[in-house]
């Protein structure tokens, strides 16, 4: 009776070491999934923090040309 009380503490005692290691690996993956996505959400803040943004360039020329537009056809309801 005794030695089945050991053996049945050794059994558990495995069993309690094999859940670690794989929760141990599922933390580690989970920490360099993290550290992967910290790495290029601040290389994306820096990309995004120096490239220039031509857009803008666009959007106010764009404007300009449309103004343009709109002015000539007021000139020429004017003249008749």
């Known amino acids: 009776m005794m030695n089945m009380n050991k ?8 069993n309690k070491k ?3 290691k794989q929760k ?5 993956a989970l920490a360099i999934i993290g550290a992967v996505a910290a790495v290029a959400g601040i ?3 820096v990309y995004r ?3 220039p943004d031509y857009l803008e ?3 106010e020329d764009f404007d300009d040309d449309f103004d343009d537009y709109f002015e000539d056809e007021d000139d020429d309801k004017d003249e008749k």
Do not use: M, R
């Open 7 to 14: 053996l049945e503490d050794l059994l558990t005692s495995l």
């Open 18 to 20: 094999e859940d670690e």
């Open 24 to 28: 141990n690996a599922v933390l580690w």
């Open 43 to 45: 290389a994306y803040a």
């Open 49 to 51: 923090f120096f490239a």
């Open 57 to 59: 360039d666009f959007e």
